[in-house]
């Protein structure tokens, strides 16, 4: 969210915004035009209505999952990667059916996918200790234990892939609603995944390293802050299986995730509008009254049915008779800022020993987690440069103070920091940077701490039905996926809709 624009919601006390002017009539207002606010539509579009808007206060739509692009590609500015769809995701599945990158039937066990959108290899390493490792985790220079301690834990994450709990669920689904409710499962969102891994007997530091870069990747959050339950969601819920790819092959694209927005947005053309910053919401006995700032003045929408698909912890501030239990789940929401940076290359640069370039390349120590490179899945292999796109989540210090470096380091500051970084993998990188573009992104994901992704206060956002409010957005989930942010759009819609049949 623009902090400038998510400035003037916190401040709306003291620097009122001027009152409605104009009144215009909606079915269905969905305020949020990420992932989940675009499902929404799309679901809507695709069962035949017709009589709904989508806002969004900044100047296009896509949220977390916006790209650039630059004369030679496009790149992401946040979410780059999808793992090949599980047996429940069915709403992916129909999206990427529709979108002709799953070919054939969505619902195949091991469907075929555009090999366009398979991530091509090598698809990741890891730099460590001057060298390049291929995968994730690091092979080399590694005693007999610890690599016996590696093999037992993938056999574990394998177990728990297939497990189901006493319910017939399996333990980690994804989307995570679907999961099982198993209490002696659940259970492990009482601790942390560092807590879990040493109750297990697993004390290998490259372990714990892919541990904490897992829960800083995917939650922006040290492991150690991490829920079990969250952590090992990430290992045991993608099982997903291609009859044309390996089973940890992911689905990626110049521009990240950005094309999967795209076609979800696609549905809801004409029907979006941007520059749109939701103010003030009001639930009236027959309809909402939504005020919105609209370039420099207020208009005031009457909507039949509401999908708030934005993040939770700003309804509370626009929302003045928000119920009480609902506005202290809202607030109960912790986030984490990410500095996400775009390097423009005139070359592609100076390698160091081992594995080569992949499209992921991660840093074993270091503040960011490394990069991935936008032209990787271009066929044309002579181009004349390339872009990195360098992801850092501020973990290592509490949120609000992350937030505060985030806004006052000044760009220079963190452009350096970058380099230094970068420099120390590929040594010609200053020379090569053409242009280096900084994404601050102070709330940016829900972190998923203990307690927290099967606690009291999130369950009662998901429980949330309003005669016309109905909640959408990843935050409901507890942590931001593509996939929970679609099933969480998705079901919102189907709420609204038929409430709406009822009215
Ligand atoms: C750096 C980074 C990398 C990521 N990488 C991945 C990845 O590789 N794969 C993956 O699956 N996920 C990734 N994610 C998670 C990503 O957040 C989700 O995939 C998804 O994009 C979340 O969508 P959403 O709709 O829930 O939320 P958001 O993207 O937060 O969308 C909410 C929308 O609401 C709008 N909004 C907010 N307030 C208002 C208001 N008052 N009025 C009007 N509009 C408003 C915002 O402008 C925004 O567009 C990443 C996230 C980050 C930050």
Not at 136 to 164: G, S, V, W
Not at 220 to 248: I, K
Not at 309 to 315: N, S
Not at 487 to 494: E, F, L, Q, S
């Amino acid at each position: 969210m623009s902090h400038a624009l998510g400035h003037r919601l916190r401040d709306l006390a003291s620097q009122p915004l001027p009152e409605p002017a104009e009144t215009r009539q909606t079915g269905i207002l969905i305020v949020g035009g990420g992932i989940s606010g675009l499902s929404s539509a799309w679901q809507l579009a695709r069962s035949g209505g017709d009589d709904f808007l989508v806002l969004d206060m900044e100047s296009e739509p896509g949220g977390n999952s916006r790209a650039g692009k630059s004369p030679l590609v496009a790149y992401p500015w946040g979410a780059h990667y999808l793992p090949l769809p599980t047996a429940e995701s069915t709403w992916v599945r129909e999206l990427l059916a529709e979108l002709n990158v799953l070919q054939g039937d969505p619902a195949a066990e091991q469907p075929r996918y555009d090999e366009r959108y398979l991530c091509a290899t090598p698809q990741e390493r890891v730099y460590r200790h001057g060298l390049w490792d291929d995968g994730l985790l690091p092979q080399r220079a590694i005693d007999a234990d610890e690599l016996a301690q590696q093999k037992r834990f993938q056999q574990c994450i394998e177990t728990l892939k297939h497990e189901r709990g006493r319910d017939g669920r399996r333990l980690f689904a994804l989307p995570m609603e679907l999961s099982s409710r198993d209490p002696q499962w659940l259970a492990l969102d009482a601790i942390s995944f560092r807590q879990w891994l040493l109750d297990n007997g697993f004390t290998a530091p490259t372990l714990h390293w892919l541990a904490n870069y897992a829960c800083r990747d995917d939650y922006g959050t040290a492991y150690e802050q991490v829920s079990a339950w969250a952590g090992l969601h990430y290992f045991a819920s993608r099982s997903g299986v291609a009859a044309n790819a390996h089973a940890d092959s992911v689905l990626t694209a110049p521009e990240g995730n950005a094309w999967l927005m795209r076609g979800l947005a696609a549905r809801a053309a004409g029907r979006i509008v941007s520059d749109a910053l939701v103010w003030r919401i009001e639930e009236g006995k027959h309809e909402v009254a939504v005020d919105v700032l609209l370039a420099g003045r207020s208009v005031r929408f009457l909507a039949r049915q509401v999908i708030w698909a934005a993040p939770a912890f700003v309804l509370p501030r626009v929302w003045p008779a928000m119920p009480g239990e609902l506005r202290a789940a809202a607030q109960a929401v912790t986030y984490a800022p990410w500095l996400t940076a775009n390097l423009h290359l005139s070359d592609f640069p100076e390698e160091r020993r081992g594995a080569a370039p992949a499209w992921d390349n991660v840093f074993y120590d270091s503040p960011g987690l490394g990069y991935v490179v936008a032209t990787h899945q271009l066929i044309r292999r002579h181009l004349g440069g390339t872009v990195f796109t360098y992801y850092r989540a501020l973990h290592d210090v509490p949120p609000a103070e992350g937030r505060r470096l985030l806004l006052e380091t000044p760009r220079e500051a963190w452009a350096e920091g970058i380099l230094g970084e970068l420099e120390r993998v590929h040594p010609d990188i200053r020379r090569l940077c053409t242009r280096l573009d900084l994404f601050r992104n102070a709330h940016a994901m829900s972190r998923p701490l203990p307690g927290t992704v099967w606690g009291a206060e999130r369950q009662r956002l998901v429980a949330y039905v309003g005669r016309r409010m109905h909640l959408a957005h990843a935050d409901l989930s507890g942590f931001s996926l593509f996939e929970e942010a679609q099933y969480r759009g998705v079901m919102a819609a189907i709420q609204a809709r038929r409430n709406l049949r009822f009215q």
